[in-house]
């Protein structure tokens, strides 16, 4: 008896490609408006988590605040000028606040956290991310000065 490789080719083709596309296709189809939402705004979280545990800061990767939330206002068809009001803020204070103009406080974090029904601790993180990559942009050698080894005899 002959024993054969598996080619990948015999595993995964065209026409297997094609027939997994429809199977999602038509899955798709049969998903309430609710289950549909509720994928979008997973997969918005996804994107919020995956970006603040991405190692990358490449300066096409940073994503604001405001990123997110226009992903989120999107997904729901709401618009920001609706959200400040939701928010009880004015748009423009809750404009500096998402652009990064101003420094995200406990209340603003807690009331995106709400909204968008995730951790508040991620906003936070999404701030602190994007300021450590504004600081690298500057000069990384100015901190190198802030190493024990320049303050200890060793």
């Known amino acids: 008896m002959k024993n054969k490789e598996i080619q990948f080719a015999e595993i995964w083709n065209d026409k297997k490609k094609e027939g997994i596309k429809e199977f999602i296709a038509s899955h798709s189809a049969n998903q309430?408006?609710?289950?549909?939402?509720?994928?979008?705004?997973?997969?918005?979280?996804?994107?919020?988590?995956d970006y603040i545990q991405n190692e990358s800061e490449s300066d096409d990767e940073v994503l604001k605040i405001l990123d997110f939330?226009?992903?989120?206002?999107?997904?729901?068809?709401l618009t920001k000028k609706k959200?400040?009001?939701y928010?009880?803020?004015?748009?423009?204070?809750?404009?500096k606040y998402l652009s990064g103009e101003r420094k995200l406080n406990a209340q603003v974090v807690l009331k995106l956290?709400?909204?968008s029904h995730t951790k508040p601790e991620y906003w936070y993180r999404v701030q602190v991310k994007n300021e450590?990559?504004?600081?690298?942009?500057e000069n990384v050698v100015n901190y190198q000065k802030y190493d024990y080894r320049n303050l200890v005899e060793i």
């Open 32 to 49: 309430s408006k609710e289950r549909v939402l509720t994928n979008r705004l997973l997969s918005i979280q996804y994107k919020l988590e």
């Open 69 to 77: 939330v226009k992903m989120y206002l999107k997904a729901l068809n």
């Open 83 to 85: 959200l400040a009001t």
């Open 87 to 95: 928010f009880e803020m004015k748009d423009s204070n809750l404009q």
């Open 113 to 115: 956290s709400a909204f």
């Open 132 to 137: 450590l990559i504004e600081l690298k942009k």
